[in-house]
């Protein structure tokens, strides 16, 4: 009889041992994401705030391919906009290119859901696409193209003020690398943008969000992707060297990643080569301005 209280009374105790500690492992679970969801919020806020990216009745034309990085977009941008000091509308937009198998009713049901104004554009780019690219080569570089077209234009049929991309901090600096290696130019993609006709505003408001954190946010959040390879393309191989070059790096010495970022927006141009940015031609009649000055001021120091 002692034996089975006893018993009874250690399983009891037990179990609320192990209550307790899930209960405390549940809650230190919302407190990281807290903490995530809190720290992208603010990097979407100052980036924002940093790059004049949204104004007093913009129309905010949010791109969503059904990917990690647009969902997080749309996410954090709602609810800015619930707090904002300016009033700006967002409007999701998702282009279906026609890739055999795209899952065409996942993005309406999941905005549905969230009340948020949508359009689906159709445009087959894919049948394009397949018939202009060379059997064997990439076709990215086309289908790219013709996605921004399609949603740039798409964007002025609706009179969006400024069209959001998903692009954060590892895709700026994965393209400067690429831009080169490949290209012969220091260029990335720039978080705020004027398209080549001056139609268009292209924001980045990700633009200094880590890709480790958006994938957890979206593994979190639930966000019902839409895998990206439904082409049946290859992934951009010298894009993919470049990120595992990025990542390895990441992790043998930590903090890099933030630096090369912190370089991209502290750029020094007379200590380049470019004689378009910088008049290194001029810089003896600089110096002689300079010296003409420094003289005049030891003058008047002698005066005194
Ligand atoms: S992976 Fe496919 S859908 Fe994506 S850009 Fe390349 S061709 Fe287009």
């Given at each position: ?175 400067l690398?690429?831009n080169m290696?490949?290209g012969g130019s220091l260029k990335s ?74 370089a991209v927006t502290n750029v020094a141009p007379s200590q380049l080569a470019d004689r378009d940015l910088f008049d290194f031609k001029g810089l003896e009649a600089e110096q002689a301005k300079r010296r003409e000055n420094r ?10």
């Amino acid at each position: 009889m002692t034996d089975t209280a006893v018993t009874t009374s250690s399983s009891v105790s037990d179990a609320s041992a192990s209550n307790v500690a899930s209960a405390a492992a549940a809650a230190d679970d919302k407190r990281a994401f807290n903490k995530l969801q809190k720290r992208l919020r603010r990097q979407v806020g100052n980036a924002v705030i940093d790059y004049g990216m949204i104004e007093e009745g913009d129309k905010v034309m949010v791109c969503l391919s059904g990917g990690k990085d647009s969902y997080t977009m749309l996410e954090i941008l709602r609810s800015l906009q619930r707090n904002a000091p300016v009033n700006f509308s967002l409007v999701a937009v998702n282009l279906d290119q026609k890739q055999p198998g795209f899952p065409e009713h996942v993005l309406p049901e999941y905005l549905d859901k969230l009340g948020v104004d949508y359009h689906i554009l159709e445009r087959d780019t894919y049948s394009v696409v397949k018939e202009k690219t060379p059997e064997g080569k990439t076709t990215c570089a086309l289908c790219s193209r013709l996605r921004r077209g399609s949603l740039y234009g798409f964007a002025e049929e609706i009179g969006a003020t400024k069209v959001a991309l998903g692009h954060h901090r590892e895709d700026i600096l994965e393209t400067l690398f690429l831009n080169m290696f490949f290209g012969g130019s220091l260029k990335s993609m720039p978080p705020k943008l004027l398209s080549d006709d001056a139609k268009n505003i292209v924001i980045r408001p990700l633009a200094y969000c880590r890709e480790a954190d958006i994938e957890e946010f979206s593994q979190r959040m639930e966000f019902p992707i839409i895998p990206c390879n439904l082409c049946g393309s290859q992934p951009n191989m010298q894009r993919q060297v470049v990120k595992e070059m990025l990542a390895e790096w990441e992790v043998k010495y930590p903090g890099r990643l933030e630096s090369m970022f912190k370089a991209v927006t502290n750029v020094a141009p007379s200590q380049l080569a470019d004689r378009d940015l910088f008049d290194f031609k001029g810089l003896e009649a600089e110096q002689a301005k300079r010296r003409e000055n420094r003289i005049d001021a030891f003058d008047l120091g002698r005066e005194a």
